[in-house]
């Protein structure tokens, strides 16, 4: 059976009413055929953490034991004690061994579920030492919410509406963390300034040179560029801003998958500004924004050019009174005015700049434009 009469035997169920089900199909291979790729590059790079993950270990080998201290309870009920060091070889050589059968065969959610929990076991001595850091959260994340999905190679992989809808709750629950840590900082914003709290806030003109002489000391560092982070305040004023609408709104990408290499393009660019200037280090995080949110059906079209369905597309009239139309062999059409019109055909013809027109807020703007426009 050929994708179309799939697609034709079975009613699209996307969130978007315009989309028919010829459509939907088409969504739904990219958005597959994307993170199937993203799991492999995910594959990949959890051997290169297990082999840094150990590294680091053997360095807190060498930590007095004393200094051994779970910060809860929860670390303590699973690791009271810094673990020996052939434990820590046969869990490392079990993750191995689970995560290389699942770059292959790929749909045993039993294995994924015991490969996590090696994960975070490997992980908890970088816990358990007075601190509870963020690293490796994005990580372990990616690998919790990664035992829901299921996808195959995307010679055999089938994409439908509960897949596409799995992959979208996926990306959801790792940018989540983005969301929230936007969250925090806005409300703890509002509350220095509502409090008039003598503490400096994020929008102080010195915020940005407290926090690049707190990082640089914390590695003993020498610090001399002072002038850098007080000549223009406004410019770090404005950054924050930016920042903090790039992570609460950063959620906004899981269901909307144009977006998603545009966001984590800007996240990634904030982990390396805060590298350079904050010596704030984020690597496995900056690497699997790379990982998986690579637009793989841009770079490699072959699967998704030879699995799509084909249609033609008509686009008529200006401003807000604009339509397009696609058109496809079963008859399916998908049909969109205005602002919507506009994006979608930049969509057909360049999928990942469409995807700027995704931003929260582009939509109103365009919208807003188009109404102005005779």
Request: with cysteine; charged share 15%; hydrophobic share 50%.
């Amino acid at each position: 059976m050929t994708p179309l009469q799939l697609s034709a035997s079975k009613p699209a169920m996307h969130k978007d009413s315009r989309l028919s089900a010829s459509g939907g199909y088409n969504e739904y291979l990219r958005s597959s055929i994307n993170f199937y790729y993203g799991e492999c590059a995910l594959r990949l790079l959890t051997f290169v953490w297990l082999y840094w993950t150990y590294k680091k270990y053997l360095i807190l080998l060498e930590r007095p034991e004393i200094l051994f201290s779970p910060v809860n309870f929860i670390t303590r009920a699973l690791m009271p004690a810094l673990p020996a060091q052939a434990l820590v070889m046969l869990v490392t050589g079990v993750a191995i061994a689970c995560n290389a059968y699942l770059l292959f065969y790929r749909q045993s959610s039993l294995l994924k579920i015991l490969l996590m929990c090696c994960l975070y076991w490997l992980n908890l001595p970088q816990w358990s030492f007075g601190f509870l850091s963020h690293v490796n959260h994005f990580f372990l994340l990616s690998h919790l919410f990664l035992v829901f999905v299921k996808v195959e190679k995307p010679a055999r992989n089938v994409p439908d509406h509960y897949q596409h809808r799995t992959i979208n709750w996926f990306y959801t629950g790792i940018l989540a963390t983005y969301t929230m840590a936007g969250i925090w900082k806005i409300v703890a914003l509002a509350y220095k300034v509502l409090t008039s709290s003598p503490d400096a806030h994020w929008l102080h003109p010195d915020a940005a040179l407290y926090n690049a002489i707190v990082s640089h000391r914390m590695y003993d560092l020498p610090f001399a560029q002072e002038q850098l982070y007080l000549s223009a305040p406004v410019f770090w004023q404005l950054g924050f801003l930016l920042t903090l609408y790039l992570q609460t709104f950063a959620v906004a990408a899981a269901f909307r998958p144009p977006l998603r290499f545009w966001m984590a393009l800007a996240l990634l660019l904030l982990h390396i500004i805060n590298f350079v200037l904050f010596q704030i280090y984020f690597v496995v995080t900056s690497l699997l924004l790379v990982g998986l949110f690579l637009p793989y059906t841009s770079l490699y079209p072959k699967p998704y050019q030879e699995r799509k369905h084909s249609f033609r597309a008509r686009f008529s009239g200006k401003g807000k009174h604009a339509t397009y139309r696609r058109t496809y062999a079963n008859g399916d059409t998908d049909a969109f005015a205005g602002f919507a019109a506009y994006r979608e055909r930049l969509k057909d013809k360049q999928y990942e700049l469409a995807g700027l027109l995704y931003f929260p807020g582009a939509g109103t703007l365009g919208k807003a434009l188009l109404r102005l426009k005779k």
